[in-house]
């Protein structure tokens, strides 16, 4: 199971993510979004976990509890583009006549 992880402390390493994660069970990867021009990292991550019984269960601890003057935020991520196909609207285009009868444009005004 995918879990998200937000409101990090700044400071952290992946490898905390593990060890916090690592309690438990099997943690197959975390990674935590770091920003492209200052190299720190956003506050959030995310970490795998394939035991979905064990992932629920860091779920249900870690969510809301306090790291470094920080409440952590903990619950099962969800793709970007989930339902995304559902939710677009449709772009209404309204139907050309088909027995309209093309005419050349003749201008805004009358020439007087």
């Known amino acids: 199971m995918d ?3 937000g409101s990090i402390p700044f400071k952290w390493k992946e490898a905390k993510l593990v060890e916090i994660f690592g309690e438990f069970g099997e943690v197959h990867s975390a ?3 770091i920003d492209k ?3 720190q990292n956003k506050g959030f991550a995310f970490v795998e976990m394939p035991n979905d019984e064990e992932a629920k269960a860091a779920i249900e601890a870690l969510d809301g509890k306090e790291f470094d003057e920080r409440k952590i935020i903990v619950n099962k991520s969800v793709p970007n583009n989930a339902g995304s196909l559902d939710k ?3 772009k209404h285009y ?3 006549p088909e027995n309209k009868e ?3 444009f003749k201008g805004i005004g009358k020439k007087r």
């Open 102 to 104: 093309w005419k050349p």
């Open 31 to 33: 990674k935590i979004v």
């Open 37 to 39: 021009i200052t190299r």
């Open 3 to 5: 879990i998200y992880v």
């Open 94 to 96: 309204p139907s050309k």
């Open 88 to 90: 677009k609207k449709k």
